[in-house]
């Protein structure tokens, strides 16, 4: 049987632990000779064409599925990745907390209160507030200051910052620690897909996925809220204050896009 990955997969997989990589590929050489009823006899999962399924090594989940290629012959594909994380404490979880669910409180909700709406409260909309819009205040733009730029400045680096690292310092990891010292960023469907790691002097936010790798980073503007760059030091995004103890995250549209808590 055909065994494929994608790439988004491939990728996923070399940013992970030896141990992990190690155990995958034993496992890859236990099924690559086996037929499609048997392999799935050995993940433990079912033969259904198309359903998408998981195969769990340690804290690690492997999100797979049959399918067929043109000769109508069964192929494995191995989808994503993803590590899991420890219990969110219930007290910041927006699935158990009312008061920090935007579903909910609609004071924390920008399509019911106007104030933290950029499109309604111009003071935090950047395409008329300039000087929370990098594209005219280079005091917030990465690129043309070095401070705040993680390229030039290893003290916000993690990658040269084992502090502000996450695979190296669990505190700061909620994949070891739930009460740590950041933010989790939430879908509008309060699902966790990012942590977010303050920086000391709360100048800026460094966001990672739960496997520990650097996705973006966000500079502080002067209307309490925060200005995003991808790691190329790209504008793509603005997170707002939520009138409480989070933000609402919104694009370069200010569409409401998630929120950080």
């Known amino acids: 049987m055909k065994i494929l990955a994608t790439e988004q997969f491939e990728n996923k997989l070399k940013s992970q632990d030896e141990f992990y990589k190690k155990a995958f590929y034993q496992v890859l050489n236990s099924i690559k000779n086996l037929d499609a009823k048997s392999v799935a006899g050995y993940l433990s999962i079912h033969f259904v064409l198309g359903s998408v399924q998981f195969y769990k090594i340690g804290n690690l989940r492997l999100f797979l599925n049959f399918t067929q290629d043109e000769h109508k012959n069964t192929v494995l594909v191995f989808l994503d990745l993803t590590l899991s994380i420890a219990p969110i404490n219930t007290n910041r979880n927006p699935r158990f907390n009312n008061l ?95 942590f977010v790691i303050p920086e000391s002097n709360q100048h800026m936010l460094l966001f990672f996925d739960f496997s520990g790798e650097q996705t973006n980073y966000a500079i502080k503007h002067s209307q309490n809220g925060y200005v995003v760059f991808n790691l190329d030091g790209e504008w793509i995004g603005h997170l707002e204050s939520d009138s409480r103890d989070g933000f609402n995250y919104f694009d370069l549209n200010n569409e409401w896009i998630g929120f950080i808590k």
């Open 100 to 194: 920090i669910n935007p579903r909910f409180n609609n004071l924390i909700n920008p399509r019911f209160n106007n104030l933290i709406n950029p499109r309604f409260n111009n003071l935090i909309n950047p395409r008329f507030n300039n000087l929370i819009n990098p594209r005219f205040n280079n005091l917030i733009n990465p690129r043309f200051n070095n401070l705040i730029n993680p390229r030039f400045n290893n003290l916000i680096n993690p990658r040269f910052n084992n502090l502000i690292n996450p695979r190296f310092n669990n505190l700061i990891n909620p994949r070891f620690n739930p009460n740590f010292v950041g933010f989790y960023c939430y879908d509008l469907n309060s699902t966790p897909y990012e």
